[in-house]
């Protein structure tokens, strides 16, 4: 008897981006795997491949959006089914990865959830993780196998380099955490970078004081990187201190729009001319703006999956960016 030893790659998704999980197939040439998701009566997540899984090498596509729990949940048990359906390699995909913020512990009796969750997909039974931009590096060595961990900075640089006069602009970042990220952006455009510091209540979740502005925009066009925009307040109270000290014009960029609460309408009513994000969560209409550019990191995210499955070199993918 002889085994086929063909290798097979399928891609599943969960219910919360079927878009960006179909565009990503699209750009595999394959097809999302059937899948059959039911809820219970008690809220419980019942999954069902419609398809032998068995000596697959799996790619598990998830976005860990609102609601969150349910997210992460649900991949949770999709990768517990290919375990028992003998999968025979399972990656986890989370373009947006629920909890990385909670990376340490700021005081004391405080969980690390970042690392929590790792544990509880090689738990699972994931063999490897995938994300996009994680909120800290060092999230990577918190799950126990190989973290695939991808940029969409080559993406949204470009695209605002082409949307505006490089000569005149100014990379910022909107606080001491994302100078590295800054610095990346500054290289990539060849632009010059500054900083806002700023400080948080420790007492009062999103609240964030502006102080003041170490750099040079007076008359310039800033672009204010982040990983995410949340609630916005950050990202708001960062233009305004930027309009203080005589910006021409703020474009805001991030890789995750989470977009919660007020965001929208914050964001729609501040003085940003642009907001840019990836498709890395959904957008759903009612958290949809005029000044809201989307891109997709489908390609990416397809490119990565490709190198993966063919044992070949997701670094490649980033060779030559800053």
Same mark, same amino acid.
């Given at each position: 008897?002889?085994?086929?030893?063909?290798?097979?790659?399928?891609?599943?998704?969960?219910?919360?981006? !079927?878009? &960006? @999980?179909?565009? $990503? %197939?699209? *750009?595999?040439?394959?097809?999302? =795997?059937?899948?059959?998701?039911? /809820?219970?009566?008690?809220?419980?997540?019942?999954?069902?491949?419609?398809?032998?899984?068995?000596?697959?090498?799996?790619?598990?596509?998830?976005?860990?959006?609102?609601?969150?729990?349910?997210?992460?949940?649900?991949?949770?048990?999709?990768?517990?089914?290919?375990?028992?359906?003998?999968?025979?390699?399972?990656?986890?995909?989370?373009?947006?990865?629920?909890?990385?913020?909670?990376?340490?512990?700021?005081?004391?009796?405080?969980?690390?959830?970042?690392?929590?969750?790792?544990?509880?997909?090689?738990?699972?039974?994931?063999?490897?993780?995938?994300?996009?931009?994680?909120?800290?590096?060092?999230?990577?060595?918190?799950?126990?196998?190989?973290?695939?961990?991808?940029?969409?900075? !080559?993406? &949204? @640089?470009?695209? $605002? %380099?082409? *949307?505006?006069?490089?000569?005149? =602009?100014?990379?910022?970042?909107? /606080?001491?955490?994302?100078?590295?990220?800054?610095?990346?952006?500054?290289?990539?455009?060849?632009?010059?970078?500054?900083?806002?510091?700023?400080?948080?209540?420790?007492?009062?979740?999103?609240?964030?004081?502006?102080?003041?502005?170490?750099?040079?925009?007076?008359?310039?066009?800033?672009?204010?990187?982040?990983?995410?925009?949340?609630?916005?307040?950050?990202?708001?109270?960062?233009?305004?201190?930027?309009?203080?000290?005589?910006?021409?014009?703020?474009?805001?960029?991030?890789?995750?729009?989470?977009?919660?609460?007020?965001?929208?309408?914050?964001?729609?009513?501040?003085?940003?001319?642009?907001?840019?994000?990836?498709?890395?969560?959904?957008?759903?209409?009612?958290?949809?703006?005029?000044? &809201?550019?989307?891109?997709?990191?489908?390609?990416?995210?397809?490119?990565?999956?490709?190198?993966?499955?063919? /044992?070949?070199?997701?670094?490649?993918?980033?060779?030559?960016?800053?």
């Amino acid at each position: 008897m002889k085994a086929a030893g063909q290798k097979k790659l399928m891609l599943f998704s969960g219910r919360n981006h !079927p878009e &960006l @999980a179909g565009q $990503v %197939a699209e *750009q595999l040439g394959i097809d999302v =795997a059937p899948t059959k998701f039911q /809820d219970f009566a008690n809220g419980e997540i019942f999954v069902r491949y419609l398809e032998s899984v068995r000596g697959c090498d799996a790619f598990v596509l998830q976005c860990h959006s609102d609601p969150i729990n349910e997210s992460i949940m649900e991949q949770l048990i999709m990768v517990d089914a290919l375990k028992r359906a003998s999968a025979k390699r399972i990656t986890v995909v989370t373009p947006f990865l629920g909890y990385a913020r909670q990376d340490k512990k700021h005081r004391g009796r405080e969980p690390i959830s970042a690392r929590l969750m790792t544990d509880l997909f090689y738990t699972a039974g994931a063999h490897r993780l995938m994300a996009v931009d994680l909120h800290t590096d060092q999230i990577q060595g918190f799950f126990d196998g190989p973290v695939d961990h991808l940029f969409a900075l !080559p993406i &949204l @640089a470009d695209y $605002v %380099a082409s *949307q505006v006069d490089v000569a005149d =602009a100014t990379v910022v970042s909107p /606080d001491a955490g994302r100078v590295r990220t800054a610095d990346r952006w500054a290289d990539r455009m060849g632009a010059p970078l500054a900083i806002i510091h700023k400080r948080r209540d420790p007492d009062v979740a999103n609240e964030v004081k502006v102080h003041e502005v170490v750099g040079e925009v007076e008359g310039r066009t800033c672009i204010l990187v982040d990983d995410m925009i949340d609630t916005a307040g950050t990202i708001v109270k960062a233009a305004d201190a930027l309009f203080e000290q005589g910006a021409s014009k703020v474009i805001a960029a991030a890789t995750h729009g989470v977009l919660s609460g007020p965001a929208a309408e914050r964001l729609q009513n501040s003085r940003i001319s642009e907001v840019v994000i990836t498709n890395s969560l959904p957008v759903p209409k009612e958290r949809s703006f005029d000044k &809201l550019t989307q891109l997709s990191i489908a390609p990416l995210l397809a490119r990565a999956i490709n190198e993966v499955f063919s /044992d070949g070199s997701v670094t490649s993918l980033f060779e030559g960016a800053s």
